[in-house]
């Protein structure tokens, strides 16, 4: 098979917050998942100095902030933020919420 599509509305969100879409999409080189933070909420602060994996956070909706090392950086619709791995973070929705995707994989070297 050479694409496949997937609704993420279809994927059952674990915790009313994560859609986990990697699965679903087939893909195996990546993670890449649905994050859906109702007004004011936060999600978990962690890094991934354990496992080495980089993300990507692009938001799709709504709007926040994102708390990396120490900075407070506004997220809204278009917002793409690279997080190393050591960097430790932190998302908080704005008063609308905030839709993201999470997209990461462990860093290699070259």
């Known amino acids: 098979m050479t694409h496949k599509l997937v609704n993420a509305a279809d994927v059952e969100a674990r ?45 799709v909706s709504g709007g926040g902030v994102l708390r990396i090392d120490g900075e407070e950086i506004t997220l809204k619709p278009g917002s793409y933020v690279y997080c190393s791995p050591e960097s430790r973070r932190q998302i908080k929705a704005g008063s609308e919420g905030l839709v993201y995707v999470g997209i990461g994989a462990p860093r290699r070297e070259g």
Do not use: C, K, M, W
């Not at 933070?37 to 100095?49: I, K, R």
């Open 15 to 59: 915790h009313e917050v994560f859609r986990a879409l990697s699965g679903p999409l087939g893909v195996h080189a990546f993670r890449i998942n649905q994050l859906e933070l109702p007004p004011e909420h936060e999600g978990p602060e962690h890094d991934h100095t354990g496992d080495e994996q980089e993300e990507v956070y692009a938001v």
